[in-house]
């Protein structure tokens, strides 16, 4: 097994049919969200920097992508971004490569200068409590985000982290402005 790193742009066909299984068999969640489905299909990932794929053999069994975009809070620009999409199939589930890549991930995007981590999590998979052992807390009010159709959206289950600004993810979560993904559509 082995984990290496996709740059946006350079990921083989094969690489993408493997990456295609692994999002339709572990991704693709109904939110009831007609809008929310189109803004993970247009938006999601579109700050995308690469991609950490796990490979058994030439196969890719795991995914995560590693964000990174421009925005600011309460005046102030950072860089937000950290890791989305993180998946493993079912296969390979219980074996540590899920936190192999998270921790890869979090690595890269704190080297390419993401300021604050930022993630919205699915509260019913129990897995918070791994994003919390990672370092991640809850932002205890809404996030919001622009979408593809230019309406203003909203998530409040949202975890936050600091990387290269670890005091900025401290206001955040200490103080009450408005939090938003990004000032571009998308989530991030
Ligand atoms: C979640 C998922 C990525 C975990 O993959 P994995 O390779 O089995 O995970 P690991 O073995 O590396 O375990 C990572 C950590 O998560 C915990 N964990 C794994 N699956 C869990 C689950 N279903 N519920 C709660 N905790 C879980 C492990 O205890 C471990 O914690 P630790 O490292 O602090 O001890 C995998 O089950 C998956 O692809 N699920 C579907 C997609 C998904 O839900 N992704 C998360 C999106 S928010």
Redesign the pocket.
Known sequence: MEIKYIPKGTMTERQQKDVDIIDQT??SGDTGDPERVLVNMYDWGAADDGMFLLFDGERVV?RVAVEKTLTEYNGQDYYLGGFSG???L?E?????????LADAALKKAYEIGVDVAC?C??MN???T??YQ?LGFRFLNRSAYFINWIDKEKSDDTVMIMGLNNKSLADKILETDHKFHYGKNKGHW
């Open positions: 572990c991704l795991g993180l998946a493993v079912p390979y589930w219980g074996k540590g490569y899920a936190r192999q993630m999590v699915d998979s129990g897995i409590d791994f052992r």
